[in-house]
């Protein structure tokens, strides 16, 4: 399948010029053999991957490419970090001038953040479809503890073979699917804030995003048993996810309050080290963001709710979840200016009607439960490591691990 580009680009009637700077994105089997074609007026390409990707990708990447060089990274603790972009970046020759990354998010997000410091190309080779970042321009690093977001490249191609990516352990497929779940309350968080506060929003982005959980909710039942048309459906949601981030030029219409909730805990601030894959957490964090604006929105319909004016930043609990040193400032400077300033109590209360209209959209967590099951997925804190009573600091601290308005940061206005 050659994903149609020009059907995201262009004009639109949020009246922005969208923009896709992928060339070319192919989702089919054998699509790596496309490979020494795209690449063919590059004098030095360098493969980057781990000790796993390099077995179900990378080899073949590096003989389609002429033996090229391969960086091939312990798996063992690999997060994407400062630790594995300067050991893989010192692993590079001066000369190479375009990457390749052959494995997963980590991969990529190092791959990508690489490929930027040194204003070269790179073409993407997921291994599993297990996140919706391959097409992303951004990187998502944990940097000197700090989760960030960091300017980077998408890549110039997406190489997506489903004999390969069809054959990675269910878990990360399952990841996938969790990671693509956690756009029902990223999307409720953009449309409030868009209500609350008028920020910008795009519908046809939001009905990409909708496309793409339509069609994951279609293949999840086929995907346990292997079927590799199940798994092109999954990695083109996957994409499509990653296209609206494109199209919009940052993550919001696939990035909510369930993320932070994966962000915070990838952190390790009020929790140990977690042995979980993002979407693993992202899904914990949707299951927790639908309780929790569950009980807003019954509070809501029974009038036993309460605005309240916003007292600030309380910057004596970010120093009791954070610390006193450097990740304290990060923080504080991550949140100015803070966006619940400019809401005043008035304006809210008369919005509070059109929040829980959007939040009656939001599908039931039985349905959604039972799609996560399917793929033998996870979605309970316990399934993570997470002990129970960690989860009511979590949706407290959670807000300010990023600017960006969510009805979870919007709660600190709100008594219920």
């Known amino acids: 399948m050659l994903v149609d580009l020009n059907k995201f680009k262009g004009g639109c009637s949020c009246l922005r010029e969208h923009e896709i700077s992928v060339k070319g994105i192919f989702i089919e089997d054998g699509a790596l053999e496309r490979l020494p074609e795209l690449l063919k007026d590059f004098k030095k ?38 630790k594995a972009v300067a050991k893989a970046a010192g692993m590079l020759t001066d000369d190479v001038d375009i990457l390749v990354a052959a494995g997963s998010g980590t991969i990529h997000d190092t791959t990508r953040y690489i490929a930027a410091e040194r204003r070269i190309s790179f073409v993407s ?59 029902y309350t990223a999307l409720a968080d953009w449309k409030i804030s868009a209500v609350v506060t008028g920020e910008y929003i795009c519908e046809r982005v939001c009905s990409l995003e909708e496309k793409a959980l339509e069609e994951v909710s279609k293949c999840s039942a086929s995907l346990a048993a292997g079927d590799k048309a199940a798994y092109e459906k999954l ?30 805990w990838e952190m390790a601030v009020i929790n140990p080290p977690l042995d979980a894959y993002h979407g693993e957490k ?31 930043l309380d910057k004596d609990f970010i120093r009791g979840c954070f610390g006193n040193g450097s990740l304290y400032d990060d923080i504080i400077k991550e949140n100015t200016p803070d966006p619940l300033e400019k809401i005043s109590p008035d304006d809210l209360s008369g919005k509070l009607e059109e929040i829980g209209k959007i939040l009656d959209a939001l599908p039931e967590v039985s349905e959604l439960q039972g799609i996560v099951k399917s793929v033998s997925g996870v979605f309970l804190p316990e399934h993570i490591g997470l002990c129970g009573d960690t989860m009511e600091k979590s949706i407290k601290a959670a807000p300010y691990v990023r600017n960006r308005l ?11």
């Open 282 to 312: 992202v899904s914990v964090g949707l299951f927790a963001c639908l309780e929790f604006y569950g009980k807003i929105n019954r509070a809501i319909k029974d009038h036993k709710i309460e605005i309240k004016p916003y007292g600030g």
């Open 45 to 82: 390409p360098a493969v980057i991957c781990d000790e796993n990707t390099y077995s179900a990708a990378g080899k073949r990447a590096c003989a389609l490419l002429g033996g090229c060089l391969a960086v091939v990274l312990s798996p063992e603790n690999l997060h994407a970090d400062e």
């Open 406 to 416: 969510t009805l979870m940061r919007i709660s600190k206005m709100i008594k219920f």
């Open 125 to 183: 080779v997921p291994t599993a479809a297990s996140v919706d970042g391959f097409v992303s321009t951004v990187a998502a690093m944990t940097w000197h503890g700090f989760k960030k977001t960091l300017p980077a490249v998408a890549p110039e191609y997406v190489l997506a073979d489903s004999g390969i990516f069809s054959k990675a352990p269910m878990r990360l497929t399952a990841a996938g699917v969790c990671d693509l779940l956690g756009k």
């Open 235 to 264: 990695m083109y949601a996957l994409i499509l996810s990653g296209l609206a981030m494109q199209m919009v030029g940052n993550s919001r219409p696939a990035s909510g309050a369930e993320h932070h909730l994966s962000h915070l």
